[in-house]
């Protein structure tokens, strides 16, 4: 089985829903990161954050290590200019060494985010590390309408609504844009 997976669309598609529900799923230790609170101002303090999520993610195995916004920490390595261009490689370079270093994962796996596929590293997402990408699309019509109804399922909606109609002037909606319409209604009702 794969090492890891990599997420990426659109935000508010359901990426972080959905890597909540395979650890939910499998019973396995849920370990949420987002990739810019790895990226620390002092010299060696982001690779160590990230040498200690590993160690506890093995220690509770089964787990998921879930990186939201992996954009933030593995965006393509530039020539570096900056102390803080530095030490996000160094963080950086932890992350690919816990992944497929000489330390083996047991029963952990990783599930990467990000909305900006275009600009990861393609180190990150070579086979054998992040190499199961998985496209998070907008939702269709039909999605839309399972969503809008999960949000309005303890609501009372007029008669005069029509499912329909709405989800027709939603197009283009990500569920995170839907739920927002749904609560925003509520309020004004």
């Known amino acids: 089985p794969p090492k890891g997976i990599l997420l990426y669309g659109e935000p508010g598609t359901g990426k972080?829903?959905?890597?909540?529900?395979?650890a939910a799923s499998t019973n396995s230790t849920f370990i949420e990161?987002?990739?810019s609170e790895l990226v620390q101002k002092f010299i060696g303090e982001g690779a160590k954050l990230v040498k200690e999520i590993f160690e506890f993610a093995r220690r509770k195995a089964p787990a998921i290590?879930?990186?939201?916004e992996l954009d933030a920490l593995a965006a393509k390595r530039i020539e570096v200019g900056t102390s803080g261009e530095r030490e996000v490689n160094r963080t950086f370079m932890?992350?690919?060494?816990?992944?497929?270093?000489f330390k083996p994962l047991d029963n952990v796996k990783i599930i990467g985010a990000t909305n900006r596929?275009?600009?990861?590293?393609?180190?990150?997402?070579?086979?054998?590390?992040?190499?199961?990408?998985i496209h998070i699309p907008i939702p269709n019509k039909e999605s839309r309408l399972d969503?809008?109804?999960?949000?309005?399922?303890?609501?009372a909606?007029?008669?005069?609504?029509?499912?329909?109609?709405?989800?027709?002037?939603?197009?283009?909606f990500s569920g995170a844009e839907i739920k927002a319409v749904c609560t925003e209604a509520g309020y004004f009702a």
């Open 33 to 35: 990161v987002v990739g």
């Open 157 to 172: 909606l007029d008669k005069t609504v029509s499912n329909e109609a709405i989800i027709k002037r939603m197009e283009d």
């Open 94 to 101: 932890q992350l690919l060494a816990e992944v497929d270093g």
């Open 65 to 68: 290590v879930f990186i939201d």
């Open 117 to 133: 596929k275009d600009i990861l590293d393609p180190a990150i997402i070579r086979p054998g590390r992040l190499d199961r990408l």
């Open 16 to 22: 972080t829903l959905l890597a909540k529900a395979v």
């Open 147 to 155: 969503i809008f109804k999960i949000h309005t399922k303890s609501m």
